[in-house]
């Protein structure tokens, strides 16, 4: 199986959708361990314990960006993962970090790229109205929130919506749709190539079903 190593900032109930559909015995991708920038994640408690080996690197720790980006890359060399997903990892990755993992990063956000990238997306979706909201899971590259779709799910918004209830009903759906989009990445089903995300035909075919 394709070895995955996770990051996460907060509460890390993508992690654990992964983590789950991880544990099914024909999947694709396995999850070696769980990255964290912030010390007291609640999910790295729930990554441990499923006995996934979690590390946090606080960014205080560090004299600035590129050191503190080091101390992860010097982490993941042992590691030796095929895929990196961020799920909910509230923190800009340079180029020079992705390009040592170019077109092996994956990154959940929620909202229907490209509406919507960076903070209070649930929020800025209400307030233009949108009748639909929903989450992108896309390959990391420089520009935030820019790298090329892999797959993205709709969710209604309602009238009495606040952001708080969008998001609740949205990270449902995000726990679907990461787990689908690692496996086709996983299963090579997905590649990127010529800033596109590019679906095989067989991939196209079932999830047409
Ligand atoms: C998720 O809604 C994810 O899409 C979002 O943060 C939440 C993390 O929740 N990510 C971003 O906003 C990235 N810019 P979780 O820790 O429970 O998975």
Redesign the pocket.
């Known amino acids: 199986a394709k070895r995955v190593v996770v990051f996460?900032?907060?509460?890390?109930?993508?992690?654990?959708?992964l983590a789950d559909a991880c544990a099914a015995p024909d999947s694709p991708a396995e999850i070696v361990a769980v990255i964290s920038d912030k010390a007291e994640?609640?999910?790295l408690a729930k990554a441990k314990a499923r006995g996934i080996p979690t590390f946090a690197f606080e960014r205080k720790n560090y004299d600035g960006k590129a050191e503190h980006e080091a101390a992860i890359l010097a982490a993941l060399d042992e590691l030796q993962p095929d895929i990196l997903c961020?799920?909910?990892?509230?923190r800009l990755i340079s180029g020079a970090f992705i390009g040592r993992y170019d077109g092996r990063i994956l990154?959940?956000?929620?909202s229907l790229l490209p509406l919507f990238a960076?903070?209070h997306?649930h929020q800025r979706a209400i307030d233009a109205g949108m009748k639909i909201a929903g989450?992108t899971v896309h390959f990391v590259t420089e520009g935030?929130?820019e790298g090329p779709i892999i797959a993205q799910a709709a969710v209604p918004v309602l009238g009495t919506d606040t952001a708080e209830k969008l998001?609740a009903r949205?990270?449902g759906v995000?726990h679907k749709l990461y787990p689908l989009a690692l496996k086709l990445v996983a299963e090579g089903m997905v590649r990127m190539e010529g800033g596109r995300a590019i679906l095989s035909p067989v991939a196209q075919t079932s999830l047409a079903d």
Request: hydrophobic share 45%; glycine share 18%; with cysteine.
């Open positions: 996460i900032s907060g509460g890390g109930s993508n992690m654990l959708a994640a609640a999910g961020l799920a909910g990892y509230m990154n959940i956000h929620p960076g903070l997306t989450c935030m929130d998001a949205l990270l995000e």
